[in-house]
């Protein structure tokens, strides 16, 4: 179990036991204190609701989310308002998640507000105008309202606003998607010299393999509601072990010509979450799949060090045992 041994060491971690009709199911994981672990997958694999648990915006039916040593899923509500100036979400609709009625100011002071941390509207102004620097706005713009800012600039106020209350994790749901490709690197960048200088803890949701190439840390791959496979940035994207990581790195822009050759391109959408497909539940569209998938579900095995992959076809890697 990941997240036993981690939950001694601050940070969070993430279990769910696994039965039944459910958008995650028997997922474990750990994100280390400082550390980024992107949750990468199609629509539909379940990664925000994933992220939703984190947080406890949704309760989970079953399962533990331990923040610093403590099961977060048992707190009251009391508790777990407190709680929630340590966790943070950034959303990825930076349009949909910023009150069109509220000033910038409004918006950002309201978390300062709510968890008492800048008292009079003096400091709250004061620390907005900080927070507006810090992600590279200009302090004046804090009497205008969301619609005279771009896509990007409204993403920038949406992470001020996050980090106002000096979370410890945040769950960036992806916070690049809804922008134009131009802006993006920006904003992961953004999101990486924030972490640099305030030591947080990410869980950055994309469903691109290519965005979370430079902020990721660790990497866990999402398939209907599983985490197929999970490790090194490193490992997983030069010795994916999983067909379904290979065919999602194989349809990101690759800037390696040889490995073109070996473009896997899935076939269908992914299964309706109701209709999980038995045994292994990628079966149905994983290009080398056998008899026994559609019969066996396969656990996560680690493969490299660190590295995990649920696929009764990994191998483990002879390279990675020796060094
Ligand atoms: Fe494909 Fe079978 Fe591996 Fe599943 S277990 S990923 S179906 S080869
Ligand atoms: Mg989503």
Same mark, same amino acid.
């Given at each position: ?43 539909? /694999? ?12 949704i309760?989970?039916t ?17 508790? %777990?308002?407190? %709680?929630?100036?340590? %966790? ?12 069109p ?43 205008r ?11 920038? *106020? ?40 305030r ?8 469903? &691109? ?7 990721? &840390? ?37 800037? &390696? ?22 045994? /292994?539940?990628?079966?149905?569209? /994983?290009?080398?799949?056998? &008899? *026994? ?17 649920a /696929? ?8 990675t045992?020796?060094?």
């Open positions: 179990n990941l997240g036993k041994t981690f939950s001694d060491a601050g940070g969070l971690s993430f279990t769910s036991s696994s039965s039944g009709v459910r958008a995650v199911d028997g997922a474990s994981f750990s994100v280390k204190a400082g550390e980024t672990l992107a949750l990468v997958g199609e629509s539909g /694999c379940g990664k925000s609701t994933l992220g939703r648990l984190l947080l406890r915006l309760q989970p079953d399962g533990e989310v331990l923040f610093e040593g403590r099961d977060i899923t048992s707190l009251s509500a009391a508790e %777990m308002r407190m %709680m929630r100036a340590k %966790m943070q979400m950034v959303f990825q609709d930076p349009y949909g998640s910023l009150s009625r509220r000033s910038i100011a409004q918006i950002i002071s309201e978390p300062l507000e709510v968890f008492g941390i800048a008292k009079s509207a003096r400091q709250r102004r004061e620390r907005v105008a900080e927070l507006l620097t810090q992600v590279g706005l200009s302090p004046s713009f804090m009497d309202y969301p619609r005279q800012f771009s896509g990007g600039q409204r993403q920038r *106020i949406g992470i001020a606003r996050a980090i106002s209350v000096n979370p410890q994790f945040i769950v960036a749901d992806e916070p690049v998607s809804a922008l134009d490709v131009s802006v993006q690197a920006q904003i992961v960048n953004l999101l990486q010299d924030l972490q640099a200088e030591k947080f803890s990410y869980l950055f949701i994309a469903h &691109d393999l290519a965005v979370v190439r430079h902020i990721a &840390d660790r990497v866990a791959v999402m398939y209907l509601g599983r985490i197929v496979e999970i490790g090194p940035k490193k490992s997983v994207y030069s010795m994916p072990q999983h067909p379904y990581t290979q065919a999602l790195l194989s349809a990101a822009p690759e800037p &390696d010509p040889d490995r073109k050759a070996s473009r896997i391109v899935l076939q269908g959408d992914v299964p309706s979450p109701s209709r999980v497909p038995p045994g /292994c539940s990628f079966h149905t569209r /994983c290009p080398i799949a056998k &008899d *026994i998938c559609k019969l066996d579900r396969p656990g996560l095995r680690e493969v490299s060090p660190n590295q995990f992959s /696929c009764h076809f990994a191998t483990p890697n002879p390279l045992q020796a060094g």
